[in-house]
């Protein structure tokens, strides 16, 4: 077990990012053993490039893994760049709403945003394959359908035809099925019922007869209190808790069915993203690609405790009936394909997303031990 303070780990990253960024700045400027000798004249510009953005961002920064890690990655770009690289941070809501965070990018509104892609659904069909599909990949498989498979090169495809370029950079694992004010047991339960859920799992509730709505984080506690909902889902544990779910919904139920990983993503607008320099585009995708293994270790790295004091509180913990599970299950996957028969860019991305899992799934099904056991 580590002993080191936060403070030192977010050091010991900014170290790692500052030498990404020299590295790279270094290269640029043709100082490298081996390079041609610097040139000057136009386009030759010897002073490092500063880069000035407003950042408006989907979830608040004081919810931990979910909304702090884009401060993580602010602070490292800050750092390493030795403060030529700056991204201003507006909490959800301050300049641009949580949910038009991509919209506003791809107007020029402001120049980038960190949010998650699910939220694009109802303008880019095939974007929640990129932020979190029901049933779908772990996290670390979702690692290596990005960066090996086809995951970034689709992605970078579909947004880049909307003047949007996005950058992998904040990953998290499952998070709760969600918080009820009452059982739910059968499929027969989730008639009627008003809950918060988001991206295609939303659409699979409302498969099954439930009624779907989107709201912001902010505001789910009032509605939860006030009866307007029945139940949510938003985050991991240690988020929901810090919302208050378990005071106003007490029966917390498991697996995360809906979003077995969470993506998020740096979206940069296009034309700007082009006008950037090659050291400046290489720190930013330095920091988010360090950002996401910083990320995805602080998501799992605090739910053990918050789970512990859960059972000594008394919350009731529950996991799912294995036959709503199933049920859950084949009507995820008919909405998948309802989806994907409506869209060719959904169909397109979901099939290779499939065809990596099989790949995927030998390995997975030969490395690791499925022990419950540490």
Request: hydrophobic share 45%; glycine share 10%.
């Amino acid at each position: 077990m580590s002993s080191s303070s936060p403070s030192v780990s977010r050091r010991a990253f900014a170290l790692g990012v500052t030498f990404a960024v020299l590295f790279t700045a270094l290269a640029t400027a043709s100082l490298l053993p081996g390079a041609d000798a610097p040139r000057q004249g136009p386009g030759k510009a010897a002073a490092r490039e500063t880069l000035r953005w407003r950042l408006p961002v989907a979830f608040g920064t004081q919810l931990p893994a979910l909304g702090d890690n884009i401060l993580t990655v602010r602070d490292a770009l800050a750092e390493g760049s030795a403060g030529s690289l700056t991204l201003e941070v507006f909490e959800p809501g301050e300049i641009v709403s949580a949910f038009a965070i991509t919209e506003a990018v791809r107007l020029d509104k402001v120049p980038a945003g960190y949010t998650w892609l699910g939220y694009d659904q109802g303008r880019t069909p095939a974007a929640p394959l990129f932020g979190a599909v029901p049933f779908g990949l772990s996290p670390w498989a979702y690692l290596a359908w990005w960066y090996e498979g086809e995951g970034e090169g689709l992605a970078l495809e579909i947004y880049h035809d909307q003047g949007l370029h996005p950058i992998l950079c904040g990953l998290i694992g499952p998070e709760t099925a969600g918080w009820f004010r009452k059982p739910i047991d059968t499929a027969e339960d989730l008639e009627g019922l008003k809950i918060r859920f988001a991206g295609l799992g939303g659409k699979t509730l409302q498969a099954l007869g439930a009624s779907v709505t989107m709201i912001p984080g902010s505001d789910l506690f009032q509605a939860l209190e006030k009866g307007a909902i029945d139940a949510t889902e938003y985050s991991l544990p240690v988020v929901d808790d810090k919302l208050g779910f378990p005071r106003v919904a007490p029966i917390n139920y498991f697996p995360g069915w809906h979003q077995p990983f969470t993506a998020f993503h740096l979206v940069v607008n296009l034309q700007r993203w082009n006008g950037l320099a090659p050291a400046t585009q290489s720190a930013l995708e330095t920091a988010c690609t360090a950002g996401v293994t910083r990320n995805l270790a602080r998501s799992e790295g605090l739910q053990g405790a918050v789970l512990e004091r859960f059972q000594r509180e008394g919350v009731d913990t529950r996991v799912l009936d294995p036959a709503l599970l199933e049920t859950l299950r084949t009507a995820a996957q008919a909405v998948l394909e309802e989806e994907a028969a409506a869209d060719p860019t959904f169909a397109r991305v979901y099939a290779d997303q499939q065809r990596f899992a099989e790949r995927y799934a030998v390995w997975d099904a030969l490395a690791y031990p499925r022990s419950a056991a540490p």
